[in-house]
């Protein structure tokens, strides 16, 4: 069973930076896309960054692009978010999330595995 575990999240000024990891055990995660996700109080759910299996191709959100920068070390099962430049909206709980890579992506792919969640609070 693939489970997925984040860290790394905590409060910071704006401006600041953060950088979470995503660990993942019970699977071979070089073969799976992986994507971060969040969530702000009262608001729906949103994608944030996706990275192939390889790291070679990233996908942001227009929101977050420029500032933010999703990596992996697949040698450690672990997925990072590099946040600069945090802002007060980046203010949300911070998912991770796993797919089978299929050589495509976008930010409405459907992830099958999801970790529990990391906070980040950007006071101004």
């Known amino acids: 069973q693939v489970q997925l575990e984040e860290s790394g999240g905590g409060s910071v000024q704006d401006g600041g930076s953060l950088r979470l990891s995503c660990v993942a055990s019970g699977v071979v995660f070089s073969v799976y896309a992986a994507g971060w996700f969040r969530q702000a109080p009262g608001k729906e759910r949103e994608f944030v960054a996706a990275?192939?299996?390889?790291?070679?191709?990233?996908l942001y959100a227009p929101s977050v692009k420029g500032r933010f920068t999703a990596s992996r070390d697949n040698a450690k099962n672990t997925v990072y978010l590099q946040m600069n430049s945090l802002k007060p909206e980046d203010t949300a709980v911070y998912y991770c999330?796993?797919?089978?890579?299929?050589?495509?992506?976008?930010?409405?792919?459907?992830?099958?595995?999801w970790g529990q969640g990391t906070q980040v609070a950007v006071a101004s």
């Open positions: 999330a796993a797919r089978p890579d299929t050589g495509r992506y976008h930010s409405n792919d459907v992830y099958a595995y």
């Open positions: 990275i192939s299996w390889s790291g070679q191709t990233t």
